[in-house]
């Protein structure tokens, strides 16, 4: 977000941008949340999990707002193609491992709920990532279903081929507003 503020250059790219296609990060998980960064992975208990969740999603919610309000006060979603992509689950079979899958997917839902607000409110389209590589319901394990990669974070070629596609399928013209 800072970035967007303040880096003059990429502000600059993206005034002149004809696409535009981003994510926006979980990083404030990371930093707020019992993690483990050597395995790269949720840690502390369920209760230790659920309690910092809610804070963290209010606060996400308000970052996800104000970055898309940042954005289009640079680039109006009429003059450019602007898309972003929820976030699919990662790390799907290390948090069931760990027995926190079912306190971390209620959260991780709410924050993607909170994307495709924000997204609504300035008429950008949404790839919807976590329902095709996890399920509406979350249940589908995106590596074995061979859309992330074995490292449980990153998109497999199967499944950066299958995200082109669905931005491809949200068509090619800019907001109407």
């Known amino acids: 977000m ?3 503020r303040t880096d003059e250059q ?3 790219d993206l005034r002149q941008a004809d696409v535009i296609t981003f994510v926006v990060p979980l990083g404030l998980f990371v930093d707020q949340c019992p993690f483990d960064p050597v395995a790269y992975q949720p840690a502390g208990t369920k209760a230790q999990l659920q309690a910092c969740r809610p804070q963290v999603v209010s606060e996400y919610k308000a970052d996800v707002h104000a970055f898309f309000d940042a954005l289009v006060a640079i680039r109006s979603p009429s003059e450019a193609l602007i898309r972003v992509v ?3 689950q990662s790390m799907w079979q290390r948090l069931h491992d ?3 899958y ?4 209620p959260y991780w839902q709410k924050t993607n709920d909170a994307i495709r607000a924000a997204a609504a409110e300035h008429g950008i389209p949404v790839v919807h990532a976590y329902d095709e590589f996890n399920g509406p319901d979350g249940q589908i394990d995106g590596v074995a279903a061979r859309y992330v990669d ?4 990153h998109l497999s070629f199967e499944g950066a ?5 669905m931005l491809v399928d ?6 109407s507003s």
């Open 161 to 165: 081929e299958r995200l082109g596609q």
């Open 2 to 4: 800072t970035r967007l």
């Open 98 to 100: 760990l027995g926190v």
């Open 170 to 175: 949200l068509g090619f013209e800019p907001a």
């Open 150 to 153: 074995g490292d449980q974070l």
């Open 86 to 88: 929820d976030n699919y």
């Open 10 to 12: 990429l502000r600059d």
């Open 102 to 105: 079912e306190v971390v997917r």
